[in-house]
């Protein structure tokens, strides 16, 4: 599986993912000619060579009106060491008077629509700006449509959501793992008066994520960074087991006694038999529990909410159980790490007072979703392949609509597209 992890030991900036997932390209310079290409209103993106603690990597130059954000004083007094991406809802005075525009989440999605995207970037865009409005919103107490961003609105901002959107797209991950967030701690001052680290907006955006503080004094991770990781990671944790083919670093601007940078890499994850390398199997875990008083509703509820919550697999047998009563046997098909929130969903939402676990091995093919063009139109299609055999299978609600828009069934559909 074509993994991309994310270390963010030193909290994420929008530049900095930029400048680590720019690092992962074949041809970094041509991704920069296409995005300038976009003439996003105002902004130019150049490429810098950055050291940070002996490591080289990229620094990201924006400039908005022909001229790099600059560095203001109080910036140095508050450590905000990713000086031109202060993206949240607190003022901090430049002398570009772009700085002080406030644009609302109409305007960002005017901007977004004249540019030359495709429809999956475009959403992604907006949807990160949804998480930013929806988390400035809880901040302030008022309606999405009344939040006006300050720095989160400028073009420099856009453009940095703008880009990870297109390189994400462009890198195409089947999977996105993050390392636990460093926030940084401490406060910083904005126009609201002294906030704590991490700010309100970047908070309630990073709900349900792993974070944590540290030693360094400063705001290391901000709500556009947040949203950013908030919408794209698959799941947070430690890096897998993987083949790494690129690394990539980015760099923000202030120095620390730790490399202040984003650590991207872009590999495959080794637990596919299609990589020699590879463990053969996985290790899963079975949760079994049995009930016989529980309605077929609520077991239905349960299912739904271990699959919700990351279970690999649930079902159920129908079993025989004590004074000859028909009961239920519930099994849950699980990774290690989801074993005790497994554990705590079988104990809320069901009536058992006991669970039985076994470690088992699980063998998989490789999967991956391809379109094809038919006779009547795109149709996704499932590709599996390992251990020497490969199959193709058409997506089954594509295969049920097509078969309804035309009036057929399925199995003359299938014939008619070969599926058969």
Request: glycine share 6%; hydrophobic share 35%; net charge negative.
């Amino acid at each position: 599986m074509k993994t991309l992890y994310l270390d963010c030991g030193m909290g994420a900036a929008g530049d900095m993912l930029t400048a680590a997932l720019l690092e992962l390209l074949p041809d970094p310079d041509h991704f920069i000619d296409t995005f300038n290409a976009l003439s996003i209103p105002d902004i130019q993106f150049a490429k810098q060579e950055s050291v940070k603690c002996g490591i080289t990597g990229t620094h990201i130059s924006v400039k908005v009106h022909g001229e790099e954000e600059l560095v203001s004083d109080h910036d140095h007094h508050h450590e905000h060491e990713h000086e031109h991406d202060h993206h949240h809802d607190h003022d901090h005075p430049h002398d570009h008077e772009h700085s002080h525009h406030h644009t609302s989440m109409h305007d960002v999605e005017h901007i977004v629509a004249d540019l030359k995207l495709s429809e999956t970037v475009r959403q992604d865009i907006l949807a990160v700006y949804g998480l930013i409005a929806e988390a400035e919103s809880h901040a302030h107490g008022v309606p999405v449509t009344e939040i006006h961003f300050h720095e989160v609105g400028t073009m420099d901002a856009i453009a940095d959501v703008t880009a990870v959107c297109m390189l994400i797209h462009e890198l195409a991950p089947d999977e996105i793992i993050a390392s636990p967030i460093h926030v940084g701690s401490g406060h910083v001052v904005c126009a609201h008066g002294t906030l704590p680290v991490p700010a309100p907006a970047t908070a309630y955006i990073l709900r349900d994520v792993p974070i944590y503080g540290g030693s360094i004094q400063g705001e290391l991770c901000t709500p556009t960074g947040a949203a950013l990781l908030k919408h794209f990671v698959t799941r947070f944790g430690d890096m897998p087991i993987m083949k790494v083919t690129s690394i990539g670093y980015g760099m923000g601007k202030k120095d620390f006694p730790i490399a202040n940078c984003v650590r991207a890499m872009l590999g495959n994850t080794l637990d596919s038999p299609s990589h020699p390398e590879a463990p053969a199997d996985q290790i899963m875990l079975e949760l079994s529990c049995n009930v016989d008083d529980m309605t077929a509703e609520d077991i239905s509820y349960a299912m739904e909410q271990l699959f919700e919550h990351g279970a690999n697999e649930v079902y159920t047998v129908p079993i025989g159980m004590k004074k000859s009563r028909p009961g239920t046997l519930l099994r849950v098909i699980c990774k290690e790490a989801d074993r005790d929130t497994m554990i705590h969903l079988l104990f809320q939402h069901t009536t058992t007072i006991g669970i039985r676990e076994t470690i088992t091995r699980r063998y998989v093919l490789d999967r991956r979703i391809e379109t094809v063009q038919t006779p009547y139109g795109e149709i996704r299609r499932k590709v599996s392949s390992g251990y020497g055999v490969e199959r193709k299978k058409c997506e089954f609600d594509d295969l049920s609509r097509i078969a309804n828009e035309q009036g057929i069934s399925l199995n003359e559909l299938r014939r008619n597209l070969n599926e058969q």
